[in-house]
């Protein structure tokens, strides 16, 4: 069965940096697309990053120059480093995948911009 677990989350003050993992099992990752949302209190769920297996990216206007995805196949895990975080960066960010026609979600980590 398809699992996401995501880590790495937790409490940075405002401009320090975070990297978030997502480790993936149960699919065959190397020819899959991966994305990382976001969703903060009161507010939809947001795209942030999203690489396609050829390595290409695709980011939100809010965190295009601060945040970069990327992933390694052999590890089968996608990262999300993220620099100069903001108070509005305060969200769960969550991994997902499409894959066999359902999208797959992990169970997201925490992550609190906030001095």
Same mark, same amino acid.
């Given at each position: 069965?398809?699992?996401?677990?995501?880590?790495?989350?937790?409490?940075?003050?405002?401009?320090?940096?975070?990297?978030?993992?997502?480790?993936?099992?149960?699919? #065959?990752?190397?020819?899959?697309?991966? +994305?990382?949302?976001?969703? /903060?209190?009161? @507010? *939809? =769920?947001?795209?942030? /990053? =999203?690489?396609? +297996? /050829?390595?290409?990216?695709?980011?939100?206007?809010?965190?295009?120059?601060?945040?970069?995805?990327?992933?390694? +196949? &052999? @590890? @089968? #895990?996608?990262?999300?480093?993220? +620099?100069?975080?903001? &108070? *509005?960066?305060?969200?769960?960010? !969550?991994?997902?995948?499409?894959?066999?026609?359902?999208?797959?979600?992990? =169970?997201? #980590?925490?992550?609190? !911009?906030?001095?």
């Amino acid at each position: 069965q398809v699992q996401l677990v995501e880590s790495g989350g937790g409490l940075v003050q405002p401009g320090g940096s975070l990297r978030l993992s997502c480790a993936a099992s149960g699919f #065959t990752f190397s020819t899959s697309a991966m +994305n990382w949302y976001r969703q /903060a209190p009161g @507010k *939809e =769920r947001e795209l942030v /990053a =999203r690489i396609t +297996n /050829a390595g290409n990216t695709n980011y939100a206007d809010s965190v295009k120059g601060r945040f970069t995805i990327s992933r390694d +196949n &052999a @590890k @089968k #895990t996608v990262y999300l480093q993220m +620099n100069s975080l903001k &108070a *509005e960066d305060t969200a769960v960010y !969550v991994c997902n995948v499409y894959w066999g026609y359902t999208s797959y979600w992990g =169970r997201g #980590t925490q992550v609190t !911009v906030s001095s």
